[in-house]
């Protein structure tokens, strides 16, 4: 191990591993199984020496090269019927993921050096990953979602004690009922989508609901001005492309 | 309408558009005039700007057709916009490649092909809109599949996903494809 220092960010053990191949000018089908691992381990202390944080990845990486390691030291074949080796390179695995992540790693070079918007090229507006939403609505807050969350639970009569019947709905039966409103018609008010919520566990699951489609892009809530009424729509589908 | 005309109202339209413009879009404000005429004008203005000297170009992007600035102008507006340019993370830009190729395909997925966890890298693809969950895994947990959106075309400069350029040693990789096990989101959750 040479004492000169190269400090890079690995963005993972297979990205660490590549560098590693790419170094020793070997082979990725035919990796110095023993030079390589003491290099990666030699690297992950330097890792530790200067204080960085190794994630777990790193250690369950260093334990398989070690357990690579160990196997290609014993005699092919005649291990008595060890279930793992098949006559196989125990590298074979290995070999297969790195060439795997080698592949994506490229292709994220190469999509790097694509004419980038608002890197390289730009348009008119200049900023057209900001998704104001269209006809100028503003996205809503948290805070004002829970407002009026607030709203629609008051508003559910304080007596309804005499109801037995636990009527069980998930989450994601609400997700699928929003999404089938959302394909039968544009939008939807916030309130009237709790118009028909009986209790406070449907509103509760019914709004949960909401914020997961949220979460995943799949709708989006806007509001025309502030204090206004609260708007779900479906967000802007991948395959409808931009009608400006 | 006369030819030039209507070249120079399309001219106008990508002007002001604020994101790409379809052939059907531009054929439904201009009307009275076929789309294959459209088409035609579309790919002119694109050779004009095509001449040296010109600081515009007219891509076709995301399905649609869009002005761009010249990239070899890139600093100029740049120092014009002021502000720093939103740069791309290897992780970030890996993730976006690995998702990209093999859409829809789920977290775990992409974990084991990057050997790290992706969590973070998820999060901030889906604030920037350039990934969106297109459908429920039919397997246990029903993990959420991930798919590429318009804004990834456009932030790409491509016209659709099999613009994408092919990767290398293509031989185990599918393109796009929308596998058996896979429920549509909409419906996800009847079963």
Sequence with gaps: MSTRVELEIFEGPLDLLLHLIKKNEVSITDIPIATITEQYLATLDLLQTLSLDVAGEFLVMAATLIHIKSRMLLPVGDDGGDDEDDGLDPRDELVRRLREYQRYKEAAQDLDQREVLSRDVFTRSASPTEDAGPRGFREVSVFELLAALKRIIDRLPKDSFHEVTLEKITVREKMTHLLDILRAQPSILFESLFAEASSRMEIIVTFLAMLELVKVRAIRIVQEEMAGPIVIEAAADMDGVARA | ?191
């Design chain 2, 1 to 191: 309408m006369e030819r030039e005309e209507v070249k120079s109202i399309l001219e106008s339209l990508l002007f002001v558009a604020d994101g790409p413009l379809t052939v059907q879009r531009f054929a439904e404000v201009v009307d009275g005039v076929d789309k294959a005429m459209i088409h035609g004008l579309l790919q002119e203005l694109q050779s004009d700007l095509e001449a040296p000297n010109r600081g515009l170009q007219l891509v076709e992007v995301a399905g649609g057709y869009q002005l761009r600035t010249a990239k070899i102008n890139g600093d100029w507006v740049k120092k014009l916009l002021g502000g720093r340019p939103a740069r791309m993370g290897r992780a970030t830009l890996e993730t976006l490649a690995i998702i990209a190729y093999r859409q829809p395909i789920t977290k775990a997925e992409i974990e084991a092909i990057r050997g790290v966890d992706v969590d973070g890298v998820i999060t901030t693809l889906l604030e920037r809109n350039l990934i969106r969950a297109v459908a429920r895994k039919d397997v246990p947990g029903r993990p959420f599949l991930y798919g590429t959106t318009t804004e990834f075309l456009q932030l790409f400069n491509l016209n659709d996903l099999t613009d994408l350029p092919t990767l290398k040693e293509t031989d185990e990789i599918s393109l796009p494809e929308i596998s058996r096990d896979v429920i549509p989101l909409e419906q996800a959750e009847e079963s």
